[in-house]
């Protein structure tokens, strides 16, 4: 539990194989059957009353017999409370056997200490206490009535623990199965690549070329908290100008590929070929792995630009904050989301940038005001939006046939870089 989450404190991996789940089912099982300090516990307080103690042995006090009955319980349920954390954390059989049987190695400790007393390994002083009459010693008989009502107690002791351990392991499968250890939201950042005369669809079925910029999909992704794909989570792209989905585009995913063995970007409107029939068409596609958290995948993923390319730069990182550390002390983790200070005009999912200038301005590259809407700064990949205001040339507007008082001119950044956008027809007092 060396890195604490507070959603998952006892740090249950995002998903398991199947072998790994009956073994843990089965381990519940094992587990309680060796477990022997309850129902010994359980025993000594039902079967030795006061009187029987007393008239047996006068000397011990009945208050230490039921003290030590007492530790005997509380060592039992920390033995399956630590079989819990362990089986839960496993991924794989292996780790399984070995931590149980580690479990039941300690448990058994204190009965290999007293057989080892006995046998003076420890001195006379131990040797002697081990030996003492009390612990052979054989106390009347119960009538049939209490011995059948304890035998009646151990079993519904028995089942109220199997009950509670196949319940806790039932609810952290069903969290694993629904994909709850998972980040909710990522942002994930593609490099500079272009693919030129890239084959989309469009909402009205045409099939055209066009040019793909990758940096263009940058930003961030939701998981589909109702939707898996060969069992790990499915990441949606998000609108980028407030990380909501989008209301009539379609974004793209990210997801697990079974019949590629690989994480996989892609978009159902960007084919590699107008006859790709591939089962799980993608753009991009991580190395051959396992892994359920694609935040753990690593190496370079390959890339269809036209022609298949192995190294593309591919990032993906967890929006969510754990402490005020994640959210570059420029704000409060609530709730894993960052809350900037915004008396210091820090934003950003974890207020890593500043307030922007308010206006920006530089040599004939002329001034730019950051646009308000409404009221607040309109922001595209998380960067101010800038719109031109003065001082530019008028040869430039002349040169790419723009009017400088009726037409808008923007900067804004598209993922990887900032462009200028012009917009003809539209007055810059809108």
């Known amino acids: 539990m060396d890195d604490f989450d507070r959603d998952n404190p006892l740090n249950v991996p995002y ?8 073994a843990q089912y089965l381990s519940m099982f094992i587990a309680l059957i060796m477990e022997e300090e309850i129902p010994t516990g359980l025993y000594l307080l039902r079967m030795i009353p006061k009187e029987s103690l007393y008239k047996k042995f006068p000397k011990i006090q009945f208050a230490r017999f039921v003290f030590a009955a007492i530790v005997r319980l509380v060592m039992g349920y920390f033995f399956l409370f630590n079989t819990f954390c362990v089986v839960v954390q496993a991924t794989a059989v292996i780790d399984i056997f070995y931590d149980v049987l580690a479990l039941q190695f300690l448990q058994q400790l204190d009965d290999i200490a007293f057989n080892l007393a006995k046998i003076d ?43 509670a ?29 272009i693919w030129s005369n890239a084959i989309a669809t469009l909402p009205s079925g045409e099939v055209v070329s066009r040019n793909l910029l990758f940096s263009f999909f940058n930003g961030i992704y939701a998981r589909n908290k109702t939707d898996l794909h060969d069992g790990r ?25 079974a019949s590629e063995q690989a994480w996989v970007f892609a978009h159902e409107n960007i084919k590699k070929s107008e ?20 935040l753990d995948v690593t190496g370079n993923w390959a890339i269809w630009t036209g022609s298949l390319q192995e190294d593309s730069h591919f990032s993906a990182t967890d929006n969510a904050c754990q402490e005020n550390v994640d959210c570059n002390y420029h704000g409060d983790c609530v709730e894993r989301e960052c809350v900037c200070h915004t008396d210091e005009g ?45 001082g530019l040339p008028e040869a430039l507007f002349e040169e790419n046939g723009l009017n400088s008082v009726e037409d808008n001119m923007y900067l804004v950044y598209t993922g990887s870089r900032w462009l200028g956008l012009a917009y003809p027809g539209t007055k810059r007092t809108v």
Not at 128 to 155: D, I, T
Not at 244 to 251: N, S, V, W
Not at 277 to 291: A, G, I, N
């Open 346 to 390: 820090y934003f950003g999912l974890h207020c890593e940038h500043k307030k922007a200038c308010p206006l920006i301005a530089g040599g004939e590259g002329g001034a730019w005001a950051e646009v308000l809407f409404p009221g607040e700064t309109m922001k595209v990949y998380q960067q101010p939006v800038y719109r031109y205001e003065q």
């Open 165 to 193: 351990l196949l319940t806790g392991m039932a609810l952290i499968t069903a969290k694993q199965n629904r994909g709850d250890f998972h980040s909710d939201s990522i942002t994930v950042t593609f490099g500079d690549q």
């Open 275 to 294: 006859d790709e029939k591939s089962e799980c068409p993608w753009l991009l596609r991580s190395p051959k792995t396992k892994e359920y958290n694609l």
């Open 15 to 22: 998903q398991v194989p199947p072998s790994v789940r009956m």
């Open 233 to 257: 989570p499915v990441y949606v792209e998000q609108n980028k100008f407030d990380g909501e989905p989008f209301l009539t585009r379609i974004g793209a995913q990210i997801k697990y590929c």
């Open 121 to 163: 390994v420890f001195g006379q002083t131990l040797k002697h206490a081990a030996l003492s009459k009390c612990f052979g010693a054989e106390f009347e008989k119960q009538k049939f009535v209490l011995r059948k009502r304890m035998n009646v107690f151990l079993k519904a002791v028995y089942f109220f623990n199997l009950a």
